[in-house]
């Protein structure tokens, strides 16, 4: 319907945002849970490397939600604050799960052919999912440990130390 002289605004913006909030509340309540980082100094839901001396940094956060399988995604950002080029041409990730069969559980798969300039970064999403729909799958959280290592980063002409991350899922079944 059309005013003469009168401009209707935002009207689709209105639309546009009622219909973000309805995803919203729906991304809300679906059944995801967090991966936490462990070692000596954190049980962390996001945990930071930092190689000091070569000035780089990967940060890494994972999640999982369980339907007839179990469907997991690991973010990486890689953080360049050096002076020299973090060339991730050559370099690898490996996941390996305990209890998950996932497609390339346990071998390497090269990183995306990228090269991060100083003081810019870089964010790589890894998705993967249960090869074997299993009666219980919540069973397979139960125990469950990844291991995920990145080898071969380069910074100039120097090769950086694997980079090794221990996951393990939070468990709502064990939460009180």
Known sequence: ??????????????????????????????????????????????????????????????????????????????????????????????????????QYNGKSLPLPYVQIEPGDEYTITLGGSDTEVVEDPWRRIAGERVIIEIMKLRTGNITVPNVVFVLVPVNPKFSS
């Open 1 to 102: 319907m059309s005013h003469p002289g009168k401009k209707i605004r935002n009207g689709g913006a209105f639309f546009w945002a009622s219909a973000a909030c309805v995803v919203f509340v729906i991304s809300a309540c679906s059944p995801t849970y967090p991966y936490l980082v462990t070692n000596d100094t954190c049980h962390c839901e996001e945990y930071t490397y930092h190689d000091r001396s070569r000035k780089i940094k990967v940060t890494i956060r994972a999640s999982y939600k369980v339907t007839e399988r179990i469907h997991s995604t690991i973010e990486l950002t890689f953080r360049n604050g050096g002076t020299d080029t973090l060339d991730l041409g050559q370099a690898y990730v490996r996941g390996t799960s305990e209890n998950v069969r996932y």
